[in-house]
């Protein structure tokens, strides 16, 4: 193959092409980055983007443990204040002083679940019989109560909130048996009971059962096993327990830890005569 010679002439005219070439090159390198970064800007700014989330839900939701929710239900149970039924009345700003407030706690009715969405009655009593069969499984109700029917119990959902600390809320689903029927057969129904809107945890409850005697309730191993159930840590016997703290004289009392320091009373009794027992974590 025949090998072209590079003369001198020829080095001039290559020399000529290169440095255009070359300074285009030069300019690229300044100029390029920048002259990208503002168009995909104009792509941008002052643009609507949208982009969809995996859980399907808005916003951030602070997340309380076991204890923290018995907790503050209990307190809310016992301390019921500002009985509205808008959510949104409670924490008007104009009206509490947060700066100030300490220590309240509301439960006030709700119609939203925890994404925002209407919520049927049917979703609380779904929810409670599945609490039911787990109760049942782990022998803190009998065998023979009752799952719920649609057409005999009432579900509200309510939210326990700690006031000052709005963040700290429950979402529970308030069952009851519905009283104004007439002639309504209560053996081996659950009466009334506060569940869960989330887990389906059945936080208390007060059931007729075929038990005949508190010498027949093993109160000890049944709050042990609802702990367990609840997640709350072992049990301790309540001391100095007033007598006269219950309608009842069969009863026993215990503790967990709750929050901030503070612990959480829980309570198994029996009405004798109705064959009734609770477990609750309210006064």
């Known amino acids: 193959m025949r ?24 300019g690229l390198a300044v100029w390029g980055p920048e002259a990208l970064a503002k168009y995909r800007d104009s792509s941008i700014l002052n643009q609507i983007q949208t982009q969809e989330t995996r859980t399907g839900t808005e916003g951030y939701r602070y997340s309380l443990g076991s204890n923290e929710k018995v907790y503050i239900l209990s307190k809310c149970l ?3 204040i500002l009985p509205e039924s808008d959510q949104n009345a409670m924490t008007r700003g104009d009206e509490l002083d947060y700066d100030n407030l300490t220590g309240i706690y509301a439960f006030v009715a709700n119609r939203k679940d925890s994404s925002g969405q209407d919520v049927e009655e049917s979703a609380g009593i779904e929810l409670t019989n599945q ?3 787990e109760l049942k499984e782990r022998g ?19 939210s326990a909130i700690d006031v000052p600390d709005p963040q700290n809320n429950v979402l529970v689903w308030k069952i009851s048996l519905d009283t104004s029927l007439q002639n309504a057969n209560k053996e081996n129904r659950l009466l009334d009971a506060y569940v869960d809107a989330d887990t389906g945890k059945i936080y208390e409850f007060y059931a007729r059962t075929g038990i005949v005697s508190w ?14 159930y609840m997640e709350l840590g072992e ?10 703290s219950e309608n009842t004289p069969y009863f026993k009392k215990y503790t ?17 005569g109705i064959n009734e027992m609770y477990l609750k974590i309210s006064k």
């Open 131 to 133: 609490g039911i069969r």
């Open 78 to 80: 016992n301390n019921q």
């Open 215 to 228: 010498e027949a309730v093993d109160a000890d191993r049944l709050v042990a096993a609802w702990a367990e």
């Open 256 to 272: 967990f830890y709750g929050m901030d320091e503070e612990d959480v009373v829980a309570t198994v009794g029996y009405y004798e």
């Open 3 to 26: 090998k072209m010679k590079m003369t001198r002439k020829n080095w001039e005219k290559l020399s000529l092409l290169l440095i255009p070439l070359a300074a285009v090159i030069a």
């Open 235 to 244: 049990p301790e016997e309540y001391e100095n327990t007033n007598p006269l």
């Open 140 to 158: 803190i109700l009998p065998e023979g109560v009752q799952e719920l029917t649609q057409d005999s119990y009432s579900a509200v959902l309510y």
